[in-house]
C-alpha cells in the first residue's frame, strides 16, 4: 500500500510499557511487559481476554491511573507519566463501569462535569463549555433529556450521558472500562453501534475493555487480545479469527468457537447418533437442538433413527425403528426423542 500525505495519526502509543505491581520493596508481578501497541486517530479497539488476563490493569496503567513497572504512555505524543490530574483530563477521558447514582443531578449538570480541565476554579461555564455539553449531548442523542435528573433515566441511557460526559471533555483519547456490563441485548448493541460512529466521525482514538466477544467482533476495528504472560495479539477482528488466536485464547472443554459462524458452541457429552436430513435456517436449529439433547448429528445415515425436515410444512418426519411419525415443534420433536429413547432403555 502507498504511503500518502502523512498528518500525525497515532493517538496512543505505549512504549515498551511493562503492567503489574509492585509486591514489597524489590519484588514485584509483571503481567506483561515490553508492551508496544498503538491506537490511530478515528480507530475502535476493543481489548478483550479471558478473566485475569490483565484488561484493568493495563487499561489503569495507560490512563496513568496505576504507575508502569516500566516504558510509558504517550497520548499525542505526550507523556502521561508525571503529568497533574487537569493535564491527564485533557488528553484522556474514561468512563467506568460503575452505576451511576447521583439522583439529583441533572443530565445537563453530569455532563458539564467533562468541562471541569478547562474551566476555572470556581467552575464556570463559557460559552464554549456551554456549546460543547450541548454537542456532547446531541452526539448520544439525548439533548431533550437535558434537564431531567439521572434517576429518571434508564441504564442504556445513564451508559449514553457517561459517553456524552466523556465527548464534552474533548479529548483525542476516550477510554471505557466494559461500557457494556449492565446492559440488555439492544442496549449493547446501540453503545457498541454509537461508539464506533463516534470514533469515525469526531476522528478520536476509542479505547474499551469488553468480555462481548461477540459485539466486539463485529463493531471493532482492531481487538488487542489479551491472555496471562503472552504478548498482546492485535489485529482485525476477522484476521484473529482466520489465524486462530481467539479460538486459542478462548479455549476451554466446556465449548468450541466456531470460526465460520464466529458463535461459542457449547459441548455436550454425545449419548447416540442421529441422522438429520435437511439443512438450511431450521437445519441449523434443529442441528444445535439435537446436539444439547446428546446427539451426534449426521447427515449420513447412522444407526436407526432419521430425522427429516418438512421446510414446507414446517415439520419433522422422525423415521425409527421401522415406523414414522411427525413432530409441529422441535419442542415435540425432542420430547418424542426423550421418551423413545427411555423406552429402548
Ligand atoms: N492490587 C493488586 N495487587 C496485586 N495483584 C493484583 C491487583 N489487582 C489485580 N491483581 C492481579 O492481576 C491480575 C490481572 O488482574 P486484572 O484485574 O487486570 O485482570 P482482568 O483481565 O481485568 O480481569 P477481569 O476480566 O476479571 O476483570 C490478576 O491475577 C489479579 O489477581
Not at 332 to 338: G, M, N, V
Request: glycine share 6%.
Amino acid at each position: 500500500m502507498k504511503a500518502e500525505k502523512k498528518e500525525i495519526q497515532d493517538i496512543l502509543v505505549t512504549q515498551d510499557l511493562s503492567i503489574g505491581y509492585k509486591q514489597g520493596k524489590k519484588e514485584s508481578l509483571c503481567l506483561l511487559s515490553d508492551v508496544n501497541l498503538t491506537i490511530r486517530r478515528g480507530e475502535m479497539v476493543c481489548l478483550l481476554g479471558p478473566n485475569g488476563a490483565g484488561k484493568s490493569t493495563l487499561m489503569r496503567t495507560i490512563a496513568g491511573i496505576q504507575p508502569p513497572l516500566a516504558g510509558c504512555t504517550l497520548v499525542e505524543g505526550i507523556p502521561i507519566k508525571d503529568r497533574n490530574y487537569k493535564e491527564i483530563a485533557q488528553l484522556l477521558s474514561i468512563v467506568l463501569t460503575e452505576r451511576i447514582n447521583v439522583g439529583n443531578l441533572t443530565v445537563y449538570h453530569i455532563v458539564s462535569l467533562g468541562r471541569h480541565p478547562y474551566t476555572s476554579w470556581m467552575g464556570k461555564l463559557s460559552n464554549e463549555d456551554n456549546e460543547k455539553i450541548k454537542w456532547a449531548l446531541e452526539q448520544v442523542g439525548l439533548l431533550h433529556y437535558a434537564n431531567n435528573f439521572i434517576n429518571e433515566l434508564s441504564d442504556g441511557e445513564r451508559q449514553r450521558v457517561m459517553i456524552a460526559k466523556a465527548l464534552a471533555q474533548d479529548t483525542p483519547l476516550i477510554m471505557l472500562d466494559e461500557p457494556t456490563a449492565h446492559l440488555d441485548l439492544p442496549n449493547r448493541v446501540e453503545i457498541m453501534r454509537l461508539l464506533h460512529r463516534l470514533a469515525r466521525e469526531t476522528n478520536k482514538a476509542i479505547l474499551l475493555s469488553t468480555h462481548e466477544l461477540d459485539l466486539a467482533l463485529q463493531a471493532a476495528d482492531l481487538i488487542w487480545l489479551m491472555s496471562r504472560n503472552e504478548p498482546v495479539k492485535v489485529g482485525a477482528p476477522e484476521d484473529l479469527v482466520l489465524n486462530g488466536s481467539i479460538e486459542g485464547t478462548f479455549h476451554n472443554k466446556s465449548f468450541n468457537f466456531d470460526r465460520k459462524t464466529g458463535n461459542f458452541i457449547m459441548n455436550y457429552q454425545k449419548k447416540q447418533s442421529i441422522q438429520l436430513l435437511g439443512n438450511d435456517v431450521m437445519g441449523f436449529w434443529t442441528q444445535r437442538a439435537l446436539s444439547r439433547e446428546g446427539y451426534q448429528v449426521s447427515c449420513e445415515q447412522v444407526g436407526d433413527c432419521c430425522v427429516n425436515l418438512l421446510e414446507d410444512t414446517m415439520e419433522w418426519e422422525v423415521k425409527q425403528n421401522g415406523s414414522t411419525i411427525k413432530c409441529v415443534s422441535i419442542q415435540e420433536l425432542l420430547f418424542y426423542l426423550r421418551n423413545s429413547l427411555s423406552k429402548e432403555k
